[in-house]
C-alpha cells in the first residue's frame, strides 16, 4: 500500500508540473523572491520596522523571501494545484482507480501529498533565488543553509500544507469544486494574510508575530528602540529614502511556536482526509455526489475530455452514405452579415448556462446604480461590483475551445484573426452589459472623465481575460490574477486602478492613464493574435 501511495504522488506530481500554469507560478515565484530584496537605492520593500531593515544576510533574506512566499504562494499556489481530483475523472483515470483495492483515504492521501510536493518545488525555487540575492546584493557574502532554510521549514511549509488541504477539500465539495471554490479562496486567503500577523493569531498565525519579537530584540541589543522608529510592515510598501540597516541573527525556535505549526499540519492533513466521509472515489455503485459539479457560472469542468463520438450504424445512415453527398441533409442559406452572426454566436458560447438569478443581479446592480446611489458612489462602489459579477464567465474567454476539444476543428477555419476578434468582442459585450448602470449614470452626472476611464476598463478586462486563457488554457489563471488587482483597487491602491474607480479629491480619476490602459489591452491582444498564429503554423507542420 505505502509503495502505491508514493508512485501515485509522485505519478500526480509529475503530471502537474509539466502544465503550463506551473510554469506561471513558478517565474512568479523567481520575480517574488528578487521583489523581496530590493536594492539598498530601491525605491521599495517588503518587510521594514519603520525605518530600519535587517542587513541582507542569510537569516534575514531567508526570512523575508520565505514570509512573501508564505503570503503569495498560498494563493498561486492553491490555483495550481486546484485539479487533483477533476483531472483524474475528466481524464477517465478516475474509473480505473474505482476498480482497484485502492482506498478512498490513500486516494486523498496521495492527491494531498502531490500537491504538498508541488508546492514545495515552489518553495525550493524560492529558496535558491534567495541565496542568489544575498550573493547579488553582497550586504553579508557569508551563506548559512540552515538559517536561510529553516524559515521556509517551520513557517512557510506548513501553510503550504495548509493551501494543498483545502484545495482537495473543495474539490471534494461539489458546489466549491468549480469557479465559486476559486472566488471563496481568495477572500479566505485574504483573511488569513491580513489576521494572521495579528498576536492574537491562532497557533501563531503565520508566524510574523514570532519573527516581530525576535526582530526587536535584535534591535533593542543594538541600541534601537523599535517603538521609536515605527511599527512593523510586511508587504510592498514604497519608501521615500534609503532605509538603515540592523543586523539580526534569526530567531529562536521556542516549543510553543514548533507545537503550533505541528498543530497546523495536523489539521491540514485532518481536512485532506475529511472528503472520505463521503467521496465516492469515482465509483458509479455510489452516490454521484462528485458528479455534480455546481451551477455557478463559468463552472464547465476544467480539463474536460472531449467527447467521444458514439459509434452507431443504422439503415438510415448505410442508406445515406451509398447513396452519396446528394442525400445529406443541407444547411439552409443565411443571409446577414457574417462578422455580426459569428459575433452573436459567441456571445452566446460565452454566456451559456448562466443561471437567471446571475442576470438578475446585473439587472440589481443597474437600478441600484441609476436611483439609489449618488454619482459619486458609482465608481467607487457600484463600479467594482459591477466588474467582479462576472469574472467566472470572463475566465471562459480562451479556454472554451480547448476544454471542449474543438480547437482541432476550428484550426480549419478560414480566417482565426476574425474568430478570436469575434471571441474578444463577445467578452467586451458582456463587460459593457455588466457595468451598463454605472455608465448610465456617468452620463446622467456628465462624468466625461469617468465613462473615458469606463471605456477603457471594458476594453481592458476582455482583453487581459484572453491572453490569460489563451496563454495557459484554464480559468484559474485569470481568476487567480484579476481577483488582487480587483481588489487592490478597491482597497484604494491607486496605481493599479484599471476601471478609474479611485478619484482624488476634485473628482478627477486618480488610477492608471488611459493610454497606458489601452496600450496594454492592444499589446494583450497582440499576443493572443500572434500565439494563435502560431499554434496554427505549427498544426500544419
Request: proline share 6%.
Amino acid at each position: 500500500m505505502l509503495q502505491t501511495l508514493i508512485r501515485l504522488a509522485l505519478g500526480d506530481f509529475w503530471d502537474r508540473v509539466r502544465r503550463p500554469a506551473y510554469a506561471v507560478i513558478l517565474i512568479a515565484a523567481v520575480g517574488l523572491g528578487y521583489v523581496a530584496t530590493p536594492a539598498k537605492e530601491a525605491g521599495w520593500v517588503v518587510m521594514q520596522i519603520g525605518t530600519y531593515r535587517g542587513t541582507y544576510n542569510s537569516a534575514y533574506i531567508g526570512m523575508v523571501v520565505a514570509l512573501a512566499g508564505t503570503v503569495w504562494l498560498s494563493l498561486g499556489g492553491f490555483y495550481v494545484v486546484r485539479n487533483a481530483i477533476s483531472r483524474d475523472e475528466s481524464t477517465g483515470v478516475g474509473r480505473l482507480l474505482a476498480a482497484t483495492p485502492l482506498r478512498t483515504w490513500a486516494y486523498l492521501l496521495a492527491k494531498f501529498l502531490s500537491s504538498v510536493l508541488v508546492l514545495s518545488s515552489m518553495l525550493g525555487v524560492l529558496a535558491v533565488t534567495a541565496v542568489v540575492m544575498q550573493l547579488a546584493r553582497a550586504e553579508s557574502m557569508t551563506v548559512n543553509p540552515v538559517k536561510l532554510l529553516s524559515p521556509f521549514i517551520v513557517i512557510a511549509l506548513p501553510l503550504m500544507a495548509f493551501t494543498a488541504a483545502a484545495a482537495l477539500l473543495f474539490e471534494a465539495i461539489p458546489l466549491l469544486r468549480a469557479g465559486l471554490g476559486n472566488l471563496l479562496w481568495f477572500f479566505i486567503w485574504a483573511f488569513i494574510a491580513i489576521g494572521g500577523q495579528s498576536p492574537n493569531a491562532p497557533l501563531g498565525g503565520i508566524g510574523v508575530h514570532s519573527v516581530v519579537r525576535s526582530l526587536a530584540a535584535d534591535m533593542k541589543a543594538q541600541g534601537i528602540d523599535p517603538q521609536q522608529v515605527g511599527e512593523f510592515s510586511l508587504g510592498l510598501t514604497v519608501v521615500d529614502k534609503p532605509l538603515k540597516t540592523f543586523i539580526w541573527h534569526g530567531f529562536g525556535l521556542s516549543p510553543g511556536f514548533l507545537l503550533g505549526r505541528y498543530a497546523l499540519v495536523a489539521i491540514a492533513l485532518a481536512l485532506a482526509l475529511l472528503p472520505v466521509l463521503w467521496f465516492p472515489r469515482f465509483d458509479p455503485a455510489r452516490a454521484g455526489a462528485l458528479a455534480a459539479s455546481g451551477t455557478d457560472p463559468g463552472s464547465a469542468p476544467e480539463g474536460a475530455a472531449t467527447p467521444t463520438p458514439v459509434m452507431w450504424e443504422d439503415r438510415t445512415s448505410t442508406q445515406a452514405r451509398t447513396a452519396g453527398f446528394t442525400t445529406m441533409p443541407q444547411a439552409p442559406v443565411r443571409y446577414g452579415n457574417p462578422a455580426l452572426r459569428l459575433l452573436l454566436g459567441e456571445v452566446r458560447i460565452l454566456i451559456q448556462g448562466t443561471p437567471r438569478w446571475w442576470w438578475a443581479g446585473v439587472l440589481l446592480l443597474t437600478v441600484v446604480a441609476q436611483m439609489v446611489t449618488p454619482a459619486t458612489g458609482v465608481t467607487r462602489i457600484l463600479l467594482p461590483l459591477a466588474w467582479i459579477w462576472p469574472v467566472l464567465i470572463w475566465s471562459r474567454l480562451g479556454t472554451q475551445r480547448h476544454e471542449y476539444g474543438v480547437e482541432a476543428i476550428l484550426g480549419a477555419y478560414p480566417s482565426a484573426r476574425i474568430r478570436v476578434a469575434a471571441e474578444w468582442a463577445s467578452g467586451f459585450v458582456l463587460t459593457a452589459v455588466a457595468g451598463i448602470g454605472p455608465a448610465l449614470r456617468m452620463c446622467t452626472g456628465s462624468d466625461t472623465q469617468g465613462l473615458v476611464h469606463w471605456l477603457c476598463g471594458a476594453l481592458f478586462i476582455p482583453s487581459f481575460a484572453l491572453v490569460l486563457g489563451t496563454l495557459s488554457r484554464t480559468h484559474r489563471l485569470f481568476q487567480f490574477a484579476y481577483l488582487p488587482l480587483w481588489y487592490a483597487t478597491v482597497n484604494g491602491i491607486a496605481p493599479v486602478d484599471f476601471m478609474g474607480a479611485i478619484r482624488t479629491g476634485n473628482g478627477s480619476p486618480a488610477g492608471m492613464p488611459p493610454a497606458f490602459v489601452l496600450l496594454s489591452a492592444a499589446v494583450m491582444l497582440g499576443i493572443v493574435f500572434l500565439s494563435s498564429a502560431a499554434r496554427r503554423a505549427t498544426a500544419r507542420i
